[in-house]
């Protein structure tokens, strides 16, 4: 595993980490899921620890997840060796009383989730503390001033925010916190602004959604996902035959394989050769979908041949 600077935080990242989403459990929001199936509690907790072992230090969360359950089973992990990590949760998204969705971003609430989010995560700071939610005029400066605070007495030691929305981030970097931004992007991505942000800014880039939903994972470019009820992927992309279609338009990317590089480590290998890229959390549910991202990381980058190969692939692809 290779490791690097996350931005100007100074904070040394694995270049893949672990997107605990998938590891809180199921989580509903107003009646309709918003995650994933429950992997266990035990099951998850020994996964993470089993990624420690393979060189990933990076691990990210929030207090949304599995409603509170994703960041206690981190902690639970992590406990004994939370000096071998870097731990990123987020505030602002929240399951409401009744399980419904709520966003609350306030100076007043984000005292209250940073302390909830420590006693779960078994911790006395994070190292990066990120926006759930977009933030609000007239109420992201008080919160602004909140975090900057608490960076300075060593309770938050980065602050960004969770977004794919440029303009997020445009406000947070007026408001001096934006030493991090992570976002969805992956080969697929149109041209992002926020990779351009991050070029100019140097804040430090966390890239999810890397695989684009499974279409670029490879196992289902010949046939297509069944995903359970439960799983948020199951009201995406429309009946069985319309997702069959979506995922096999990528198998063109076949072409560019190698035997030492199968699908998953070459979405990984292209995000890793960009400048911006600190950190991939690609969500994996197993130690085995670990090892195969931990792999592209040891691998060369492609070569500008092959990079503009993926391009033309990508122009060509067939629509649906």
Not at 127 to 140: K, R, S, T
Not at 171 to 185: A, E, I, K, M, T
């Amino acid at each position: 595993m290779n490791y690097r600077t996350l931005g100007k935080t100074g904070l040394r990242v694995s270049e893949i980490g672990v997107g605990a989403w998938q590891l809180g459990g199921p989580l509903l929001l107003a009646g309709k899921p918003d995650g994933h199936p429950d992997l266990g509690r035990d099951f998850s907790i020994q996964l993470i620890r089993d990624c420690g072992e393979l060189g990933i230090n990076f691990v990210d969360t929030a207090e949304q997840y599995g409603a509170g359950e994703s960041e206690r089973r981190v902690g639970a992990a992590l406990k004994g060796q939370r000096d071998r990590w870097i731990v990123s949760t987020k505030f602002g998204a929240l399951v409401g009383p009744h399980g419904e969705r709520v966003q609350d971003a306030s100076a007043a609430r984000v005292p209250v989730s940073l302390r909830e989010s420590l006693r779960r995560l078994q911790t006395d700071y994070l190292d990066v503390y990120l926006w759930h939610v977009a933030p609000q005029p007239g109420e992201a400066e008080q919160t602004a001033e909140f975090l900057l605070e608490a960076k300075r007495a060593g309770l938050v030691r980065a602050i960004g925010i969770s977004t794919r929305d440029v303009r997020q981030a445009e406000v947070l970097l007026q408001l001096g916190c934006l030493d991090v931004v992570q976002f969805p992007h992956s080969m697929i991505s149109p041209p992002d602004p926020l990779v351009a942000l991050l070029g100019k800014t140097g804040a430090g880039g966390i890239v999810r959604g890397a695989f684009a939903g499974g279409r670029l994972s490879g196992k289902y470019f010949h046939r297509g996902p069944q995903f359970a009820a439960d799983d948020i992927r199951s009201t995406r992309f429309g009946n069985a035959a319309a997702t069959a279609q979506e995922f096999a338009r990528y198998a063109a990317f076949e072409e560019v394989l190698t035997p030492a590089r199968g699908m998953i480590q070459l979405a990984l290998r292209w995000l890793l050769d960009e400048a911006t890229t600190g950190t991939i959390i690609p969500g994996g549910k197993s130690l085995e979908d670990y090892r195969q991202a931990a792999r592209a990381s040891e691998l060369p980058p492609l070569t500008p041949a092959e990079r503009a190969r993926i391009a033309q692939l990508k122009a060509a692809l067939p629509a649906v």
